[in-house]
């Protein structure tokens, strides 16, 4: 390859440099599109061909279908690693010795208050309001108690803020829940895990202890974990674009929920088991709801298929798909949804209209039949996303502070009218 893209406009030739990533992924570098060519820009809605940055996060080969964290294969993460591992691998780059997995969850726990006050603010919600707009909003008013500034030229400002947001963000997501479901706001216990902690802020009844589930503890982790983070998606795009005002860390984070409740991206969770159990309560007629998603009249999706970047499959909904039968084997529950799910993903998978379109199961579309076997509420399933996703946006606003990447302002070829003389109320 020459290393270089030639461009030619009006008969005038560009030179452009190729930039080649560490998995020989190649990017034209256009940095000086508009100074060289006197103001011509790129049109690409939705970015689907841009790259936004430089990123040694994650990456992810849509045709392959393979996803890794920092090098380290998805599929190896979810079966030997626990959920606070690969949040220290995403944020600091390396999985963490013993000491360094110790002294990172004591921070995070002793991070782990949230002001009383903060409950006053989620006094103020309606009881059914949608927990992805509630949590969304405490997190940003998390800066109203926690107000210094990030010093990002300080690693220990930016570790502080790191743990704050880890310790506290379970607390409010737990907290959303129970306060939908009637239940008292409750604290963790110190002596569990990061995940085990979770899940009896979730679920402890007031009149009982918390039993611990081994089955439902290592599902969650797992399905934290193949959450974690998945590159430039829409949500993560938010984080790095608020972050890149220079915004705090809690307010981009708040953004990229905002982002993710959306469901063509993490609302999709719910949305599939919705259309499950829409289907079923339709008689279960798989072939109906095949037809509705393929009639361009007809506004219906198969919720849970199709994915921007994966055109072969999607390396998470493999791992998800066998854990739902297994969880569901190991709990003893025979959910009818499951059995549409799969009848829904043969019909699709043999489906010309799927296949051309290289539409397959994404993340969401089992996900929901294990929350749903863990006994998570529906309207739960998208906040479990962003807990999942949470150390992917830090790891994604870090990496673009310490990189000094500059504020985030696309361009537009505007279309609208020409300069035309102002019409006084009486005429128009
Ligand atoms: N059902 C029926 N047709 C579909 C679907 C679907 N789920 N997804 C895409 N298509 C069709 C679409 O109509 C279009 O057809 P045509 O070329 O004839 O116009 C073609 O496939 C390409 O679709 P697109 O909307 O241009 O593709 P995109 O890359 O912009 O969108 C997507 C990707 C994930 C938003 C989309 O596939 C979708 O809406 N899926 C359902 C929602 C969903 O499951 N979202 C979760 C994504 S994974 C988790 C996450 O990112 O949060």
């Not at 379970?170 to 129970?178: D, E, G, I, N, S």
């Amino acid at each position: 390859m020459s290393g270089i893209a030639s461009l030619e406009i009006d008969g005038k030739k560009y030179d452009f440099p190729l930039t080649v990533g560490t998995e020989n992924e190649v990017a034209i570098d256009i940095n000086t599109l508009r100074s060289v060519t006197n103001g011509v820009t790129t049109l690409d809605p939705g970015y689907k061909n841009t790259g936004a940055c430089e990123s040694a996060i994650t990456f992810l080969d849509g045709e392959k279908g393979i996803l890794r964290y920092r090098g380290y294969s998805i599929e190896e993460l979810a079966e030997k690693a626990d959920f606070l591992e690969v949040c220290y691998l995403l944020i600091f780059g390396e999985l963490p010795s013993r000491d360094e997995l110790q002294k990172f969850h004591n921070d995070i726990r002793e991070q782990s208050i949230v002001a009383e006050d903060m409950k006053k603010i989620l006094d103020g919600f309606p009881q059914a309001a949608h927990p992805m707009g509630v949590l969304s909003s405490l997190t940003s008013a998390l800066i109203a108690f926690n107000p210094s500034s990030v010093n990002v030229d300080s690693e220990e400002d930016m570790y502080r803020a790191i743990v704050r947001i880890l310790g506290k963000f379970p607390v409010l997501t737990a907290w959303t829940y129970r306060k939908r479901a009637g239940l008292p706001l409750d604290y963790g216990d110190d002596t569990l895990n990061y995940v085990e902690n979770f899940l009896k802020m979730m679920f402890k009844k007031p009149h009982s202890d918390y039993k611990r589930n081994e089955v439902v503890s290592n599902a969650m982790d797992k399905l934290l974990i193949l959450h974690a983070d998945h590159e430039q998606n829409c949500s993560t795009s938010t984080v790095r674009m608020v972050g890149s005002s220079h915004a705090g860390l809690f307010v981009s984070i708040s953004a990229g929920i905002s982002a993710l409740w959306g469901p063509l991206h993490g609302g999709a969770n719910q949305a599939v088991i919705e259309m499950l159990e829409a289907i079923k309560a339709d008689g279960g007629d798989t072939k109906k709801y095949m037809a509705k998603a393929k009639d361009k009249n007809d506004p219906f999706r198969l919720m849970g298929f199709g994915h921007r970047v994966y055109k072969n499959f999607d390396p998470r909904a493999k791992i998800i798909k066998k854990a739902a039968d297994e969880v569901l084997n190991d709990l003893g529950i025979d959910d009818p949804i499951l059995e549409i799910a799969k009848g829904l993903e043969k019909e699709a998978l043999e489906d010309p209209y799927f296949v051309d379109r290289k539409l397959y199961p994404n993340v969401d579309f089992y996900s929901g039949i294990i929350y749903r076997a863990l006994g998570i509420p529906v309207e739960m399933f998208t906040p479990m996303f962003a807990l999942g996703r949470l150390p992917g946006w830090i790891a994604q606003w870090r990496e673009m502070r310490l990189r000094k990447e500059p504020i985030g302002r696309p361009r537009q070829v505007y279309i609208g009218e020409n300069l035309r003389a102002f019409k006084d109320i009486d005429y128009r």
